[in-house]
């Protein structure tokens, strides 16, 4: 919360500033106003034309034997590189001979340089591209509207035929580096062929295809590759028997006749064997269940037949074990004789494949370097196609014409521009000067640096209370000042005052008079002495003459009564300066001018002397020192803090008493600092409407006690 009062308090400081300077600000702007405005006044109308082109990025690029054009990427300077081109010499030299520039920019009887004639046409160009598009706008500013359309056209053609000039000589440069990397690839090509050919010949290597990338198999090789094949086959056929006989010898008698049927070897002795042996095993199942007995003769007989075919099953079986023994081993034996011939085979396909390495590898690299030339043909014939085509980088699609009206000075732009700097240079001008001024602005500055009391803040432009009629509003400052007097003399029979100020015009003696005017108002007797012999100004403000006042006491021509004059104001007395004499040196400092304060000091309640500049002169601190109270009168933001600290060490130094600072001509209408003290007053005026006699009385309660000197 504090925070934001801060802000706020800075905030209007800032508001304040800008207030009261105003009238600088207002002038300010004023100036820049008429400034610029005269300036625009006076300077040339200049018309713009703009001619309409669209660029395009040169994409022909570096010519490649290898891939054709090899083109450039996206260039995001490209539009900003093209407007640098644009001003340079290449495009405008050529602009201004051909419309003949020198000529008709130099003055009568003159030649201007082409250089100076350059220089002029890049100020006068504005260049600006479209966004969103590849289009730009080339524009001219000149005093003449046909002028203008007629150079921007000229650069758009010029530009043009130089884009296009530069682009056919990249092509034509392209393709003959393209021509030159053809021939030298096409030598290249037949040094291999030379060498493959020389290797296969030394070699006597028979290859159908030498222009081919094809695998050369040898004699050995093929056979190399059959014997492999047949490797293959013999190991898979000797894995198998050998796995059918480990089966066979682990299997029993009776389980030999099925195991045979399931490998697929098919035996008809075991096959009948087996059959009968089922026949007669059933029927002999037959008779010992139907109730034949073990000895029976049948059962004996069909167990004998049993007994002669199971003997012939096991022979059968026998014979096809050893049949399947006998053939594993002759496969394996040529399975054993395939893989040493293989192993020969595979080492004479190794020497001759080493024999032909070198040849391989320069038939490869012939066929490459083939490859290379037949795509760098390709490529070249597509080049010199292109070459063909009509090239267009840049072209015109809307021609300038004379402009109807001028485009410069711009007069909207440009008051508006002296306004905002008129402001700025203002308002800046406005805190400048604030910042070097160093006058009292706040009550806070009086009583941060000068460490006493503000009794009142006087408003600017207070009239002399004594000439209006009435109770006038400007009265409640004085008021005020007269109940903070009260309150802030040293003891209660205090009643000798002298205002003081550290230079002229800071409005002391009108403070002063205006003081007396309202005490004499509240019941007071008062007396006002004129003790500002150099300057008097109070026998104007009485309406008196000045002839005849203190000046005569203090030489000894008159005595107080008789200086003494009355006003048309009750209860208030006026003694006037007199005239000042020629040996009115130190006048003063004087034990007459002492008696007089003694004397008046008891014959009326409050006694007022009007004193001069307390700097540069002595009467203001003699006055000072011989007064109960001293009073200093400032004038809101005229002199600096250093000189009233000056005044306070003035007053201080000669043993006056000095209970505060009266603030005046304070301009409290424009300043929201003090804009209280207006509201209070215009309030507090309009509120009265009886006459100034109401108030007489009621200050009697406040006249001091001679009697006492006792202090508060």
Not at 90 to 105: A, D, M, N
Not at 151 to 162: D, L, Q
Not at 687 to 702: D, G, S, V, Y
Request: hydrophobic share 40%; net charge neutral.
């Amino acid at each position: 919360m504090n925070e934001t009062n801060e802000v706020k308090l800075h905030f209007l400081d800032y508001w304040r500033t800008i207030k009261v300077r105003m009238g600088l600000i207002l002038l300010t702007f004023f100036l820049v106003m008429v400034t610029a405005g005269v300036t625009t006044y006076f300077l040339p109308r200049q018309y713009l034309s703009k001619v309409r082109m669209e660029v395009k990025q040169d994409n022909s690029g570096p010519v490649s034997a290898f891939g054709g054009n090899t083109g450039k990427t996206f260039d995001p300077q490209f539009v900003a590189t093209q407007f640098q081109i644009l001003q340079t010499t290449e495009i405008l030299y050529p602009v201004i001979e051909r419309l003949e520039l020198v000529k008709e920019f130099s003055p009568a009887g003159q030649r201007l340089p082409v250089q100076s004639i350059h220089n002029r046409l890049r100020r006068a160009m504005k260049l600006q591209e479209v966004r969103m598009t590849g289009l730009i706008d080339i524009g001219i500013y000149d005093v003449k509207a046909d002028r203008a359309a007629n150079i921007a056209n000229m650069i758009g053609v010029v530009y043009v035929e130089r884009r296009r000039a530069d682009l056919q000589k990249n092509v034509d440069r392209g393709l003959e580096q393209l021509t030159e990397e053809v021939a030298k690839q096409r030598e290249v090509m037949k040094k291999a062929s030379a060498e493959a050919a020389q290797l296969r010949t030394e070699g006597n290597i028979n290859d159908p295809n030498p222009d081919e990338q094809n695998v050369i198999i040898t004699t050995d090789g093929f056979r190399a590759a059959s014997q492999e094949r047949n490797l293959l086959e013999l190991e898979s056929r000797v894995s198998t028997l050998k796995l059918h006989l480990d089966l066979l010898q682990k299997l029993k008698p009776e389980e030999l006749p099925q195991a045979l049927r399931a490998l697929q070897i098919i035996d008809p002795a075991v096959e009948k064997a087996g059959q009968s042996i089922g026949e007669f095993s059933i029927e002999e199942k037959r008779l010992l269940t139907s109730g034949v007995g073990e000895n029976h003769p049948r059962v004996a007989t069909l167990r004998g037949q049993l007994a002669v075919y199971r003997s012939q099953l096991q022979i059968a079986l026998n014979g096809q074990l050893s049949a399947i023994a006998n053939t594993y081993a002759l496969e394996n034996k040529k399975l054993a004789d395939t893989k040493a011939s293989a192993e020969d085979t595979a080492k004479r396909v190794i020497e001759e494949k080493t024999k032909m390495k070198d040849y391989i590898e320069a038939k490869n690299r012939y066929i490459q370097e083939k490859k290379i030339l037949e795509s760098s043909e390709i490529n070249l014939k597509a080049e010199r196609m292109k070459r063909g085509i009509e090239m267009d980088p840049a072209r015109v699609w809307e021609k300038a014409e004379p402009s109807l009206a001028p485009d410069k000075p711009n007069v909207p732009v440009y008051m508006v521009a002296a306004a905002a700097l008129g402001l700025v240079l203002g308002i800046g001008l406005a805190f400048f000067i604030e910042y070097l001024d160093t006058s009292v602005k706040t009550l806070d500055d009086v009583e941060r640096f000068l460490q006493i009391p503000v009794l009142a803040v006087i408003p600017k432009d207070i009239t002399v209370l004594m000439k209006t009629t009435g109770d006038s509003p400007d009265a409640e400052a004085y008021r005020i000042l007269r109940a903070a007097v009260e309150f802030n003399k040293p003891h209660r029979d205090a009643n000798t005052y002298t205002l003081i100020s550290g230079g002229p015009g800071e409005g002391k003696s009108t403070t002063m008079n205006n003081l007396a005017y309202i005490c004499a108002k509240g019941g007071y007797n008062v007396l006002v002495v004129d003790a500002d012999l150099r300057r008097a100004t109070q026998h104007k403000l009485f309406g008196v003459s000045n002839e005849f006042g203190l000046t005569d006491y203090l030489v000894g021509r008159a005595e107080i009564d008789e200086i003494i004059k009355t006003t048309k104001i009750d209860n208030l007395s006026f003694i006037p300066a007199g005239e000042l004499p020629g040996d009115s040196e130190g006048i003063l400092n004087s034990q007459r001018m002492t008696d007089l304060i003694a004397k008046v000091k008891g014959q009326y309640d409050l006694v007022f002397f009007d004193s001069p500049p307390i700097l540069g002169l002595s009467d203001g601190a003699v006055l000072a020192s011989e007064v109960d109270v001293t009073i200093m009168v400032v004038q809101h933001r005229r002199f600096p803090r250093a000189m009233l600290q000056r005044v306070k060490q003035a007053v201080l130094g000669v043993g006056g008493r000095l209970i505060g600072v009266v603030l005046n001509n304070v301009d409290a209408k424009h300043d929201d600092g003090y804009s209280y003290y207006n509201s209070y007053n215009e309030y507090y005026g309009a509120r009265r409407e009886a006459p100034a006699r109401i108030e007489t009385a009621a200050p009697q309660l406040a006249r001091p006690r001679p009697a006492s000197r006792e202090d508060y």
